[in-house]
């Protein structure tokens, strides 16, 4: 039997990058966004072929990171999760948040593939809900046979409703959109609107009036919100 | 934007009591044996009820723990997974392994419930498959509706093959177990049976002469198996 250690040290794998730049905007779980782009650029001692061998025979992994803005910070042990309105208080262990004693993430994810870059190797991944320079920690194939459990339940959060309403782009915003689109960078349009549809909004603040910010890549979207609509006013470079 | 740090150090919140006193007859992988009870044990630090309430909104929990006997040991690039025969490596990235850059395991289990003994506070669970004494550094609710992912597949392991052949007991071994279930104790028949189901057997040797030895609780149990059953020989104190 190991004699238990109190503190373990671990180290980064690698790094997220993805075009969420900052905490607002981020979908509060990973699967949502299905069209944005995210990849985990390995740290070189960990930029061997062989390391991802075979990576592919999963068509999901579980990227394990770490919540680094929250590293050394205060935890406690009650916290309000969104979902549950923000004002529901629960148990830090009952939940996901990220403010946490030792603030790890875990989110599953869609592969793409692996791919070398400038002597990185790079893992594409879909649907990914994590901040651009998050350090990775490890990563796992999804196996369905023991994490996907057929009589798990639950009455946190058992389903997301995403919002329903049409979205517009103002002219300013289709422009931007088109013209990445045509140079073959991302299909900013749609990923604008996979990311609104989760409804980014602290739960607490549903005022139609407020202009919200958001960022993704190096854009500021400047969109507006109520129960008939949602409008991308403007997007410009941040 | 955060700047990537490159190594994190993280608190052991608690520790697994199981009946899993070495690493053969683990099961593989967490819900193969579901009358194992084992227990987290929080530290002190973590054992306000606080921190717990409202767990029970989710039927299951995440584990996470460290792999304690690999901490600050080699790890390979390439890994022999059982599963696959014991004989074809792939990439450690693509393979739940306990040797990994950081020897961090997640587990899926059932949740029984909290309780407080001498000031500790105890997380009861089910099929856990997690060595006694192990450290963990964190707990998350099972959420399905981002843990279960309906379009994943894997052909690591797309299905686990449990033995079927009648199990025999020797009728000292019958006695022991007799003995602790009127005595209230755990009901070791049944949990003998579930752990051999699992075949804890190295996938390169399959002997039908060989005695094996394995520990539950302080006990050492001799079995033998072929292809047409399985015969639990004695249960000894260890």
Request: proline content about 8%; charged content about 20%.
């Amino acid at each position: 039997m190991t004699q238990s250690l109190s503190s373990f040290s671990f180290k980064t794998i690698g790094v997220i990058k993805s075009p969420f730049q900052q905490k607002f905007g981020i979908p509060r779980q990973p699967g949502l966004t299905p069209e944005i782009k995210s990849s985990i650029v390995l740290e070189a001692e960990y930029s061997s072929d062989e390391i991802v061998d075979q990576l592919s025979l999963s068509s999901h992994i579980w990227i394990l990171f770490v919540f680094s803005e929250c590293y050394a910070k205060n935890w406690s042990p009650k916290v309000r999760p969104p979902r549950l309105g923000g004002n529901k208080k629960i148990g830090v262990f009952a939940s996901r948040s990220p403010f946490r004693p030792n603030p790890i993430g875990m989110s599953a994810v869609k592969l793409i593939g692996t791919r070398k870059q400038r002597g990185s190797l790079i893992i594409d991944v879909l649907a990914a809900d994590i901040l651009d320079g998050t350090p990775v920690i490890d990563i796992k194939p999804y196996i369905p046979y023991c994490d996907k459990l057929p009589d798990a339940s639950s009455q946190l959060a058992a389903s997301i409703s995403m919002l329903s309403q049409p979205i517009f782009f103002s002219s300013q915003a289709l422009q931007v959109c088109e013209q990445l689109l045509c140079s073959g960078a991302e299909n900013l349009r749609l990923e604008i609107e996979q990311v609104l549809r989760c409804d980014p909004r602290p739960a607490y603040q549903k005022d139609g009036q407020r202009i919200y910010g958001l960022s993704l890549y190096h854009w500021n979207i400047r969109w507006q919100i109520d129960t008939h609509r949602i409008d991308v006013l403007s997007i410009d470079p941040s």
